[in-house]
């Protein structure tokens, strides 16, 4: 079983910026990736971003390229997500979630175990 927790959610005023953490533990082992969601109120939940364990790429919905940016040091267990110029439209909860899928990364469905969430409120 894997746990994941995030944190650094808040509120902030539109162009402002936020961290995310996310930290896994339990069975991880070292080769999953890792991705971040959010589901605003009435959304479906939205792919944000993503970064693949083999070879580190990374992958962004086209609303935050650019003002986002995921990172994993050293492939350990914790993944980051930095947003940049937020906007009132980013106002969602923020889930970071594990897959081992190397292919479909920007889909909940491809993901095995997911955090509880953290709320980020963007001002305008």
């Known amino acids: 079983q894997v746990q994941l927790v995030e944190s650094g959610g808040g509120l902030v005023q539109a162009g402002g910026s936020l961290r995310l953490s996310c930290t896994a533990s339990g069975r991880t082992g070292s080769r999953y990736s890792m991705g971040w969601f959010r589901q605003a109120p009435g959304k479906e939940r939205e792919f944000v971003a993503a970064?693949?364990?083999?070879?580190?790429?990374?992958y962004y919905v086209d609303s935050v390229k650019g003002r986002f940016t995921i990172s994993r040091p050293n492939a350990k267990n914790t993944v980051y997500l930095q947003m940049n110029n937020l906007k009132p439209e980013d106002t969602a909860v923020y889930y970071c979630?594990?897959?081992?899928?190397?292919?479909?990364?920007?889909?909940?469905?491809?993901?095995?175990?997911w955090g509880q969430g953290t709320q980020v409120t963007v001002s305008s």
């Open positions: 970064i693949r364990w083999s070879d580190g790429d990374t």
């Open positions: 979630a594990t897959t081992r899928n190397l292919v479909v990364l920007s889909t909940p469905g491809a993901y095995d175990y």
